[in-house]
Each structure stands twice: as structure tokens, then as C-alpha cells.
């Protein structure tokens, strides 16, 4: 979570936050079609975004699932024969289905207002992160599912779950995506989140406390208690540990995770934003640097070298979490003021951060860290604006759709499955009007999905059989 960061560092009063429930489904549900055996989409260009080349035109054949062959138009069409179902996309240009490295389906927060704020703080994260104190599991596992479904609309076929999801809500989530029951993309899930006591949230009842806390995290206090938060998890079948480190955590205590859940071929995605918890991150091992805004260069050598994935989560770039929670909450002229000016602050810094980034050779990927309710926006409308955002903090056109597709796929340990259009792979696609390298905010408008070989969404409206 950015959000720590920014009430630490800016003054922020949005130390306190609660949400609204908004898991109710939308009326509308997905048409969900069985898979077609064989499938043929045809469109006037395809990005490997891995070399930056674009195929024109490009056919691509789908079956069981999987892409079966990626070609030239009369190449592929060549090797069709049966029963193969064309869908022609027209001028519009196909890209693997999107990765999000990071985001948080069971979260919906709302800023709460001033006087909310500062009358009474009990920590940063209740209830808005910390639902398990208001709301049910039950009600918790339904806005996961919209959140989920959401994000599947707006092309994100695979995302990694970070924690906020209660004891099982996000590995029940992916088995029942898996099993068909609900719409939404590859969940990666981490179960509940390891932390250390007094990170996140404090000042609890103390009759409560540890029944709330032990509905959303787990607690590292010292070694054993660090493998032990690994089993639990590994017991609820996650598929990564994540952990937030802070100036508390210690490297033999982080170290002790990791080894514990390499042993059990889980990767390890640790939250740290100063230089003091990076460094912990770095020196234990860890697998992926979730946001990282503070890592210095010789940080960034050194993540390189010992081939650390950089995740970054530009969620507050820009002015995204003012027009956020501006809608919904009336703030004061002072808190107004405080926002406006560590918003360019907050900005520059984070244009800074990428080049560093880009200058170090360090591996990269990006995820939204979207755990915000955002009026007018879908959670994968929102999730996709702040990809597009890293365009607008210097990333190139072509690195920003790698850290979001081939990049992010390394990071998940899944290249041989997801991240480009490859025979071989998922057939997980999606589809934009135009060219999205020389306008990125194309993938703010996603217009075709497909996951698995099943459509998921074809605004192009020119579907039809051979
Ligand atoms: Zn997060």
C-alpha cells in the first residue's frame, strides 16, 4: 500500500478511512460462452511488445484455450481447416491481455472527511483497510468478485492479489474464477499479508484487537513466528507470500520468509517504500520491491544484480487520488491547499523515481495498487488510468506496455504461460482501436478481451462465422 507513504510524508489527513460497500453486482454479467474449438482473429496489426514490432496484418489461431499460431494472414489461415470461427477486428491492433503486478480486489476505500479524520484516528487503515471490522467475508468475497470482473472488462487477464482479502478471500476468489463460477482474470493470490505488530493500524481495542488483526494479517515477531505466518499461508494454497516491511522488520526475520517460502516455490513480494525497508528487502532476498519510491541508485545497482523485480505503483501520480475522493467528500480550503501542493511535489518525485528506474537496468514491472472507490470508473477503468500514467511520469510507450504485459509476466515466474501472443500460451488478448505506441491511453479504452480463447468483450461488433 502507497497510502502509508503518503500520510507520512505529506501530513495528509487521511488517516483515517472507511468505505462504502459497493459489492453489488452490476446487473449486467458477462455472456458467458463456452470456448469455441478453433478460433481465428484477424486484425490490421499485432504488437510483440517484447521486441516493439508490430505485424500487419496479423491473424492469430486459437484453440483449446491456447494461441496455436501467429502469423501472416494467409500463413495462419492456411493451417485453419474444421470448424473454425473467425472474429475480425478489423483495423484495430492486438496485444497480449494485460498483467496488473499489484492490486487489492477486496479493498473500496473513500477518504473520509476532515473532521472524520482527525476526531478520530486509530490508525491509518481502519475500517477503510481493514474491513474485517464492518463488513462480513461473506459480503467481502462478492465486491472482490465485481472488482475482478471489472478489471477482466478493461483487459487485465491476470493480476496479483496483495493482501486486504481477509483469511481466504483471494485464493476462494481465483478457484472460483478457475472453476467458472464468476468472470475475472488469473488471480495470483497472497492470502493474508505478513507484517510486523504496530505497522498499518494501532490504538485498536485492545478487547478485540488481535481477533481483528488476525482476520487480515499475519504476524512476524522473530523467526519461528516468520515461517509460521508462511505455512498458514501456504496452508490456504496461496501462490506468493506477500510482506510489508518496515523499520521494525529486521533481515534475519525477512530472510527467514523468504527461505521458508522458496522452500515451497512461493516468490516473495515485500512492500517497502523508504531507503531503511528497501534495504531489508534487498539484503533478505526478496523477489520483487513493491512500490520502492524512495530507492536510491545504488539501491537500484544492487537490485539489478541480484536480479530483484522493481514493481512500480505510480496510484498517486498526478492527482489520481484527489479526483478520486474530490467527488465524494467535501475537504477544507487547508486540507485542499495541503493535497494541491504535495500533489506536484509527489509528482516530480515520482518522474524522478522512473528515470532512476530506467537508467539502472533493473528489471520492472507496474501495478495500480488500486484499492480505491473512484466515482464514474470501473476498478479496471481506474486500474488501466494509472498505467497509462507512467507515460506521463517518462516511461516510453513501448516499456510501459512491458511492464504491464512480457516485464510483469517474469515478475509472476509465469513467462512460459502469459505476457505475449506465443504458440503455446493462454490465448489471452485484447484489442485496441488504434496504435497504442503512439497514443498510450489506448489501453484506457480497451475495446476487444479475450481470456482462455473465450470473448469477453468485442466492442468492435464485427464477429461472424466462416
Ligand atoms: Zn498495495
New binding site residues.
Given amino acids: 500500500?502507497?497510502l502509508m507513504h503518503l500520510i507520512r510524508n505529506e501530513h495528509m489527513n487521511v488517516s483515517r478511512i472507511f468505505s462504502y460497500a459497493v459489492g453489488i453486482f452490476a446487473a449486467t454479467q458477462l455472456a458467458a460462452q463456452s470456448p469455441s474449438p478453433t478460433t481465428l482473429i484477424k486484425a490490421a496489426r499485432l504488437l510483440d511488445p517484447r521486441s516493439g514490432n508490430v505485424l500487419s496484418p496479423a491473424d492469430v489461431l486459437v484453440e483449446n484455450g491456447k494461441i496455436k499460431e501467429v502469423g501472416p494472414a494467409t500463413q495462419v489461415k492456411a493451417h485453419a481447416s474444421g470448424d473454425v470461427k473467425t472474429i475480425d477486428l478489423g483495423n484495430a491492433t492486438l496485444l497480449p491481455g494485460l498483467i496488473d503486478g499489484?492490486t487489492?480486489l477486496f479493498l473500496d476505500i473513500v477518504r473520509p472527511p476532515d473532521a472524520e479524520a482527525q476526531r478520530h484516528e486509530n490508525g491509518n487503515f481502519a475500517p477503510g483497510l481493514l474491513l474485517a471490522i464492518v463488513e462480513s467475508p461473506t459480503k467481502r468475497a462478492l465486491l472482490g468478485a465485481q472488482m475482478a470482473r471489472e478489471d477482466l472488462e478493461s483487459g487485465i487477464t491476470t493480476l496479483r492479489n496483495?493482501?486486504h482479502s481477509g483469511i481466504d478471500g483471494d485464493t476462494e476468489l481465483r478457484d472460483a474464477i478457475k472453476a467458472g463460477r464468476v468472470a475475472g482474470p488469473r488471480i495470483l493470490a497472497s492470502g493474508r499479508k505478513l507484517i510486523t505488530r504496530g505497522d498499518y493500524l494501532w490504538n485498536l481495542n485492545p478487547a478485540l484487537a488481535d481477533a481483528i488483526l488476525d482476520q487480515e494479517f499475519l504476524l512476524i515477531d522473530g523467526t519461528d513466528r516468520a515461517r509460521e505466518a508462511v505455512r498458514r499461508n501456504a496452508f490456504q494454497n496461496v501462490d506468493l507470500i506477500k510482506v510489508a516491511a518496515d523499520e521494525n522488520l529486521t533481515v534475519p526475520e525477512l530472510a527467514a520468509v523468504i527461505e521458508e517460502a522458496h522452500r515451497k516455490h512461493l516468490k516473495v513480494a515485500v512492500?517497502a517504500v523508504d531507503k531503511t525497508s528497501i534495504q531489508t528487502a534487498i539484503d533478505a532476498g526478496a523477489d520483487s520491491i513493491?512500490h520502492g519510491n524512495e530507492a536510491t541508485e545504488a539501491q537500484l545497482k544492487q537490485m539489478r544484480d541480484k536480479g530483484i523485480f522493481f514493481d512500480l505503483t505510480p496510484t498517486s501520480y498526478d492527482g489520481f487520488l484527489r479526483k478520486a475522493s474530490e467527488q465524494l467528500v467535501l475537504f477544507s480550503a487547508a486540507s485542499r491547499a495541503a493535497f494541491a501542493s504535495a500533489e506536484s511535489g509527489r509528482t516530480r518525485q515520482y518522474d524522478q523515481l522512473v528515470a532512476r528506474v530506467l537508467k539502472s537496468g533493473v528489471k520492472f514491472a507496474a501495478g495500480s495498487?488500486m484499492c480505491w472507490f473512484y466515482p464514474g470508473k470501473t476498478r479496471g477503468e481506474a486500474s488501466t488510468e494509472i498505467f497509462v500514467n507512467l507515460r506521463a511520469a517518462g516511461m516510453p510507450a513501448p516499456e510501459v506496455i512491458r511492464a504491464i504485459t512480457t516485464n510483469a509476466a517474469e515478475m509472476l515466474g509465469w513467462q512460459d504461460r502469459i505476457g505475449s501472443i506465443e504458440p503455446g500460451k493462454f490465448a489471452d488478448l485484447i484489442a485496441v482501436a488504434g496504435d497504442p505506441i503512439a497514443d498510450i491511453s489506448e489501453l484506457e479504452r480497451i475495446r476487444f478481451v479475450m481470456k482462455d480463447g473465450r470473448v469477453i468483450r468485442n466492442d468492435f461488433q464485427q464477429e461472424h462465422s466462416k
Fill in positions: 500500500m502507497i499489484h487489492h496483495l493482501g512492500h513493491e495498487d
